[in-house]
């Protein structure tokens, strides 16, 4: 079946401008995440979603960053007033289980770039 | 809280020599674990995962990871390294249902095979 996809998968933007990310995750997947992956940084949370319950937004940097998923499935990222320190590639991933002991899948990703 | 170390930031082996890439974990409850491999320019594939039973679990492409809780560790392996195992590996630990259920990365390893 089809994987996690995500759009697009390079954005260039201007400092300051704000961006959109799209993540549409694996179908019946009830659980969903955004990560974000830069050279200075690794891995890191940004948010999760799970069912209809209030979002954890625990790994979000700063109050430019939010998200939304929108009837349980496709979700969007937006980052406002973009900074350089926000490029990076930004990776969503799906989970059929809420305790995520199935595993996470992930999509290729949306590498951003702020000039 | 949680936390993955991963031993060796770049690891060479031979082709056809066993592969062995570390990782230690701290958790404050059972943990699930997990590997993720990523090659250039993808997003991140599930390798294999523990969750609870037996601690020996084998995943895709050859590789298994045993579960050790009295050494904190869940380390790689291969018996016999491919050219096409060349690429970045990622253990990750959550809590699954008894904290937080986003993934937490080690650095990652990187793994180059040599003819």
């Known amino acids: 079946g089809a994987g996690v996809s995500q759009s697009p998968s390079n954005k260039v933007t201007e400092k300051g401008k704000d961006v959109e990310l799209r993540c549409d995750p694996i179908?019946?997947?009830?659980?969903l995440y955004w990560y974000r992956q830069s050279l200075g940084q690794g891995l890191e949370f940004l948010i999760y979603?799970?069912?209809?319950?209030?979002?954890?937004k625990s790994g979000l940097p700063s109050d430019r960053f939010s998200a939304e998923r929108t009837g349980g499935s496709v979700s969007t990222l937006t980052i406002q007033r973009t900074q350089q320190e926000d490029s990076a590639v930004y990776l969503c991933?799906?989970?059929?289980?809420?305790?995520?002991?199935?595993?996470?899948?992930f999509g290729p990703g949306t590498r951003l770039t702020v000039l | 809280a949680q936390s993955v170390t991963q031993l060796g930031s770049h690891v060479s082996v031979s082709e056809g020599a066993l592969v062995l890439l570390r990782c230690n974990y701290s958790s404050s409850v059972p943990p699930y674990l997990f590997w993720y491999v990523q090659y250039p320019n993808q997003g991140l594939q599930l390798l294999l995962k523990?969750?609870?039973?037996?601690?020996l679990v084998k995943g895709i492409n050859g590789f298994e990871a045993e579960f050790k809780k009295s050494e904190t560790s869940f380390h790689l392996t291969k018996p016999s390294a491919h050219m096409s195992d060349a690429a970045e590996y990622f253990c990750?630990?959550?809590?699954?249902?008894?904290?937080?259920?986003?993934?937490?990365f080690g650095s990652g390893t990187r793994l180059q095979v040599q003819p």
């Open positions: 990750a630990v959550t809590l699954g249902d008894t904290g937080r259920r986003a993934l937490t």
């Open positions: 991933a799906s989970s059929p289980s809420p305790s995520g002991g199935a595993g996470q899948f």
């Open positions: 179908s019946g997947h009830t659980a």
């Open positions: 979603f799970q069912g209809n319950s209030a979002p954890d």
């Open positions: 523990y969750t609870t039973g037996a601690t």
